[in-house]
């Protein structure tokens, strides 16, 4: 198994699933604002820190 490779995969796909977030987050906050939705809004900071969380996990793999 080469780790780098693997790595490097694993790393694109965290990516493209930060970035798959961070447009859900950004549409949801367009509804929580219009709509005003305590339960939009505890979902959307779940999904932030889903995102921190990615993030954090991506760093320490790549370390």
Not at 31 to 38: A, K, N, V
Not at 48 to 55: A, C, E, M
């Amino acid at each position: 198994l080469d780790l780098s490779r693997f790595q490097l995969h694993f790393g694109f796909q965290i990516m493209f699933a930060i970035l798959a977030l961070q447009l859900v987050s950004i549409e949801l906050r367009f509804y929580c604002i219009q709509f005003e939705s305590p339960f939009l809004l505890l979902f959307l900071e779940f999904s932030l820190v889903l995102i921190d969380f990615s993030l954090s996990l991506f760093d320490f793999l790549c370390e």
